[in-house]
């Protein structure tokens, strides 16, 4: 019966992504002698740190912190070009005026 429990857990690692060797030392983890056991939950806990860091990067890398800084750019960029645009709209609005009275002036 072990050996069918650490089978499934060894397909299951191997599913979810993790080396042949690695798997197949977590799955023989329970069915080692007291010396070699010692061994391999070193090799285990050190791969479950590494497993937890991989996760933690990838986390990192999907923060909405990052969202919000992309948003809050987007805002600034938002606010410049509306500025900018303010101390454009008089100078067409007075040329739109000077070659209308101009067009009127040639017409008469």
């Known amino acids: 019966m072990a050996k069918k429990s650490n089978t499934d857990f060894f397909s299951s690692l191997r599913s979810q992504g993790l080396r042949k060797g690695v798997a197949k030392a977590l799955s023989d983890l329970e069915s080692r002698g007291p010396e070699a056991r010692a061994s391999a939950e070193k090799v285990a806990r050190r791969v479950a740190g590494d497993l937890r860091n991989a996760a933690d990067m990838i986390e990192k890398r999907l923060d909405a912190e990052h969202a919000d800084t992309r948003s809050s750019a987007a805002k600034k960029a938002a606010s410049t070009q509306k500025r ?17 009275g101009s067009t009127a002036k040639k017409s008469s």
């Open 84 to 100: 900018g645009a303010t101390t454009r709209r008089p100078t067409p609005k007075k040329a739109t005026t000077t070659r209308a």
